[in-house]
């Protein structure tokens, strides 16, 4: 018998054996799903959603139920988006805002929105116009850390039902036209030029307080020097009562007599040559001063 015949006589004997191989071997296939880590699977039967797999190796029935969806859980980025917004104070302002991403929720994203970048890009126009409008432009520019906080907030509010995420939510950029960036200027280099005179008048007043405070203290000193003056004085006077008190009108009239000299003393001190005219009673007091000294030698 030729190896030919051999070969058909033995494939036409195991015919049903191979086929049922073959047919094992496409449902095992159909059957096992390989799931990455960074994807899950929707899965439909006739049209409804079976389930959702998520990594590793997952069994589904083949034939009725198939993989609809393989939807990527990983983190996406919104393209920078710009949109016009008017501040409470009337002014146009340019936003460029970025939104961060995740779908959580494989079957809500399928079945409830069809473009969910698009959905979401508008959803964050309407809040920042909407949060914008009701601030000022000062606002803006110095609370963008609350805003942004603010517009996640409301962002994750409403992509909620759409089993999305947010992760991030950023304000890249604040524009504005050129007319409103040089009246802003105008006004900036006009509240310097304020803080400039409002220095120097300060600075003006500061010193004009110090110079204040000096003479006054000055003036204090006077009055402390004249009162230890008068003081010292009042004492010589007590003294001087007192020495007359115990010693009588001689004392008095020692002093007075020897103060005289003292004084005549001093006008022959001078330098130079000089003429002295000595009053009359000068001589008198020179004699009665010698007297009482004598009186006490």
Request: no cysteine; net charge negative; aromatic share 4%.
């Amino acid at each position: 018998m030729p190896i030919e015949e051999l070969l058909l006589n033995v494939l036409q004997s195991n015919l049903g054996w191979l086929l049922l191989a073959l047919v094992l071997v496409i449902v095992v296939v159909k059957a096992v799903r390989i799931v990455p880590q960074s994807e899950q699977h929707v899965v439909e039967r006739f049209g409804r959603l079976r389930a959702v797999l998520g990594p590793g190796i997952n069994l589904i029935v083949p034939f009725f139920d198939k993989v609809a969806h393989q939807i990527s859980i990983l983190e996406r980025q919104l393209p920078t988006a710009s949109q016009d917004a008017i501040t409470r104070d009337n002014v146009l302002v340019q936003v460029d805002t970025s939104v961060f991403y995740r779908i959580i929720e494989p079957e809500k994203t399928v079945y409830r929105i069809r473009d969910v970048d698009s959905a979401i890009a508008t959803t964050v126009a309407g809040i920042v116009r909407a949060e914008i409008g009701m601030m000022d432009l000062d606002e803006v520019q110095a609370n963008r850390s609350a805003l942004i906080a603010t517009i996640k907030t409301n962002v994750v509010e409403s992509v909620e039902n759409w089993g999305i995420e947010v992760t991030r939510a950023e304000i890249l950029d604040v524009n504005l036209d050129a007319a409103t960036r040089a009246a802003m200027m105008q006004q900036l280099n006009a509240e310097r030029a304020r803080r400039a005179q409002v220095t120097e008048a300060e600075g003006s007043k500061r010193a004009v307080e110090l110079a204040a405070d000096a003479e006054l203290y000055a003036s204090e000193q006077t009055a402390k020097a004249r009162r230890v003056l008068a003081d010292a004085e009042a004492y010589a006077t007590q003294v001087v009562a007192t020495a007359i008190n115990e010693n009588g009108l001689e004392a008095a009239q020692y002093q007075i007599a020897l103060k005289q000299v003292e004084a005549l003393g001093s006008m022959s001190s001078g330098s130079g040559n000089q003429t002295i005219v000595v009053p009359a009673d000068a001589l008198a007091a020179f004699g009665d001063a010698f007297k009482l000294l004598k009186g006490r030698g």
